[in-house]
């Protein structure tokens, strides 16, 4: 069975700081697939990423990266000069047996 | 031009009524999912959908009936409505069978039991 954990339950930072949510997941799958997803405070879920297990390469986009570390079950989200905008909370998720389970959220809020 | 749009966006309804939630996806896909989220933001899959037959029942009590027409569609039936049934329901779709495409989630209905 998949198991997705995010630690950090509450994060606040000052605007324009860096900020990194963490993410580690569980699979015996050999192929697997991990996403992140945003919730903004009106609710509904926006993709942000796809990953899957075949691809280490990081990602960046935009104030947006990403690591993914098969060596330690991590696949973290980076914010860069965060934005008011980005307070949010945000799902990590992983995809096996048919489904995606998703991990508790990290709620992020960035103080102006 | 919503990709997955979902009616009611909020429903509140008494104990023990019987209630309906609409989902409909333009975007071509084969996959439709219900997923739902309780007051602690926690998301659980409840079913899913493959051109049109069942793939998971994620042992959802039998109150709820999910109903495919085609596969566009995947309507949520919920029957004696209880408190607990209190949540924000989101229904989804992917491309393909399931196989980890990416999933579109709707902008979600709040479904409020009194």
Same mark, same amino acid.
Request: aromatic fraction near 14%.
């Given at each position: 069975?998949?198991?997705?954990?995010?630690?950090?339950?509450? @994060?606040?930072?000052?605007?324009?700081?860096?900020?990194?949510?963490?993410?580690?997941?569980? +699979?015996?799958? +050999?192929?697997?697939?991990?996403?992140?997803?945003?919730?903004?405070?009106?609710?509904?879920?926006?993709?942000?990423?796809?990953?899957?297990?075949?691809?280490?390469?990081?990602?960046?986009?935009?104030?947006?990266?990403?690591?993914?570390?098969?060596?330690?079950?991590?696949?973290?989200?980076? @914010?860069?000069?965060?934005?008011?905008?980005?307070?949010?909370?945000?799902?990590?998720?992983?995809?096996?047996?048919?489904?995606?389970?998703?991990? +508790?959220?990290?709620?992020?809020?960035?103080?102006? | 031009?919503?990709?997955?749009?979902?009616?009611?966006?909020?429903?509140?309804?008494?104990?023990?009524?019987?209630?309906? @939630?609409?989902?409909?996806?333009?975007?071509?896909?084969?996959?439709?999912?219900?997923?739902?989220?309780?007051?602690?933001?926690?998301?659980?899959?409840?079913?899913?959908?493959?051109?049109?037959?069942?793939?998971?029942?994620?042992?959802?009590?039998?109150?709820?009936?999910?109903?495919?027409?085609?596969?566009?569609?995947?309507?949520?039936? @919920?029957?004696?409505?209880?408190?607990?049934?209190?949540?924000?329901?989101?229904?989804?779709?992917?491309?393909?069978?399931?196989?980890?495409?990416?999933?579109?989630?709707?902008?979600?209905?709040?479904?409020?039991?009194?």
């Amino acid at each position: 069975a998949q198991k997705v954990t995010q630690a950090q339950t509450e @994060i606040s930072v000052v605007e324009k700081e860096d900020v990194t949510l963490d993410c580690v997941y569980e +699979t015996r799958d +050999t192929t697997y697939y991990l996403f992140w997803y945003k919730q903004p405070p009106s609710g509904e879920l926006v993709f942000l990423i796809r990953r899957n297990s075949f691809d280490e390469q990081n990602e960046i986009s935009g104030r947006y990266s990403w690591n993914f570390q098969k060596s330690t079950s991590s696949f973290n989200f980076t @914010i860069t000069a965060s934005q008011v905008v980005d307070s949010a909370v945000y799902f990590c998720a992983s995809f096996g047996n048919e489904k995606l389970t998703f991990g +508790t959220g990290t709620r992020l809020t960035i103080i102006p | 031009d919503t990709a997955v749009s979902q009616t009611p966006k909020y429903l509140v309804t008494q104990m023990g009524n019987d209630k309906s @939630i609409k989902c409909e996806q333009n975007l071509g896909h084969d996959t439709m999912y219900w997923y739902k989220q309780d007051s602690k933001k926690f998301l659980k899959i409840m079913f899913s959908y493959n051109n049109k037959e069942l793939i998971i029942n994620e042992t959802v009590p039998n109150r709820f009936s999910p109903k495919s027409p085609d596969k566009a569609h995947l309507n949520l039936h @919920i029957n004696s409505l209880e408190l607990g049934d209190s949540a924000v329901y989101f229904c989804a779709s992917s491309h393909g069978p399931p196989k980890g495409n990416t999933i579109y989630f709707g902008e979600g209905s709040w479904l409020t039991v009194v």
